[in-house]
């Protein structure tokens, strides 16, 4: 598998800009590119538990928490399945049925007792996102809308420490081929004992407000605007009615997407409650392109969020992950 593979490129070319590549690539651990599945279904043949390094007791891991309704039976795609697909409404044959909704064999059974505290926070916010798609239309009418919506909201007595950490400890087992986990002890240590931490300067988590219609799990992905000449390697996991972004590395330090911010309320104490406000993009999800959130509308007729007219490019994607 080759950087190519791992590869979503916008922008008026048709060839990846090799330029951007390179600086890219430069940027990225040795062997990140080679792919393996972040969230393996069947224990491997050598586990190791991605938090600890154990290699005993490897549990299932539910991403996000079963408690946030993540228990359900289903279809698995791969991103190959995505790209064969006729139609937007058409996976054909493809795809696998799975039972018990998205996990994978990732953490002892000691690392994932120990993360179970943070599961309440993640429902929290999860529940008031529900309530907030009460405000919505249906999925089938923000999805025939040619600009995106963005919602003025307030997420009333939740935890965000306790929530952003359990968000962080999903965010670390999709980021696992990116060695995280050994560049950055200190994430770690703060999803398994709630000390307060500052992530990286060229970290960030963002959230959306996302009503589906699809899911996505998917590990590290290179994004390369090759109009605006910027890069950035992330994670995306979308559960509706949430989907977030966790960004790796990034040539640009602006905001490279509609996600708002959460990596602040990493220094925040896991039992300190709060009403946060702010606005939430409408962020759909449709494709299996991460960091996607177009509409329908949109997809079709080439759009951006704000309803302005893309520039015709290529798109290639990595076949790592769960859709």
Request: charged share 20%.
């Amino acid at each position: 598998m080759g950087i190519e593979d791992w590869a979503m490129v916008i922008g008026p070319g048709t060839d990846i800009d090799q330029v951007l590549l390179a600086e890219a690539t430069a940027a990225a651990p040795p062997g990140v590119v080679e792919g393996g599945k972040v969230l393996p279904r069947r224990k491997p043949e050598n586990p190791e538990c991605v938090f600890c390094g154990s290699t005993s007791e490897i549990s299932r891991e539910h991403i996000p928490p079963r408690s946030a309704g993540n228990s359900f039976a289903g279809w698995e795609h791969t991103a190959a399945d995505w790209l064969e697909r006729e139609s937007l409404d058409d996976f054909g044959k493809k795809g696998s049925h799975i039972q018990g909704g998205v996990w994978g064999y990732v953490l002892c059974r000691t690392c994932n007792s120990r993360t179970s505290r943070l599961s309440a926070g993640y429902v929290e916010v999860a529940e008031r996102a529900v309530g907030l798609l009460g405000q919505l239309p249906s999925v089938d009418v923000l999805n025939a809308e040619a600009h995106s919506r963005e919602l003025s909201c307030v997420l009333k007595g939740v935890r965000p420490g306790l929530f952003v950490r359990q968000l962080l400890s999903h965010m670390l087992v999709l980021g696992s081929p990116w060695g995280l986990v050994g560049r950055h002890p200190e994430l770690v240590d703060s999803v398994l004992n709630g000390t307060a931490v500052a992530l990286p300067s060229q970290m960030s988590i963002g959230m959306v407000l996302c009503p589906g219609p699809y899911g996505l799990s998917s590990g590290p992905m290179l994004h390369i605007d090759s109009d605006l000449r910027r890069w950035r390697w992330f994670v995306e996991l979308t559960h509706p009615p949430l989907g977030f972004e966790f960004v790796l590395a990034s040539s640009d330090p602006a905001p490279f997407s509609p996600v708002t911010g959460m990596q602040g309320f990493l220094e925040v104490e896991e039992s300190y409650r709060a009403d946060i406000s702010g606005n939430l993009c409408v962020g759909l999800k449709n494709t299996g392109f991460p960091g996607d959130w177009r509409t329908r509308t949109q997809i079709e007729n080439r759009l951006n969020l704000d309803g302005t007219t893309q520039e015709p490019g290529l798109h290639n994607y990595s076949d790592d992950g769960t859709i």
